[in-house]
């Protein structure tokens, strides 16, 4: 029976065999200064645009007035508060250390 599986699983595999291509493909996209590849907006789906197209439309994002610039990084007060948390219920007793 031990013999069967080894053989089975030292079988290569011909759905890898059938779509090996496209890894040469993928490598090639990758190494192409005029596109970008990034994840959609939305959906589970990867976009490959025009570098130039992808750039203008950035730039048009960023004149609209929906962002502002910060001095500084507002997370730093949350991620203090949130690690603070944790110590000032231990302190009070709320849970023991193994919690």
């Known amino acids: ?3 069967i599986i080894d053989l089975e699983k ?5 759905t890898i065999q059938q779509y090996s291509w496209i890894h040469r493909e ?3 996209l990758k190494q192409d200064s005029s596109i970008i590849i990034c994840p959609a907006d939305k ?3 990867t976009v490959i645009l025009d570098r130039e197209t ?3 439309k950035i730039l048009e994002l960023l004149q609209q007035d929906n962002y502002e610039s ?3 990084d507002p997370n730093i007060n949350h991620e203090k508060k949130v ?6 219920l231990k302190k ?8």
């Open 43 to 45: 959906g589970n789906t």
């Open 54 to 56: 992808y750039d203008a």
């Open 26 to 28: 993928i490598r090639s």
């Open 1 to 3: 029976m031990a013999r």
């Open 83 to 88: 690690r603070a948390t944790p110590f000032g």
């Open 70 to 72: 910060l001095n500084e």
């Open 92 to 99: 009070m007793n709320r849970f023991d250390k193994d919690e």
């Open 10 to 14: 030292n079988k290569p595999d011909k």
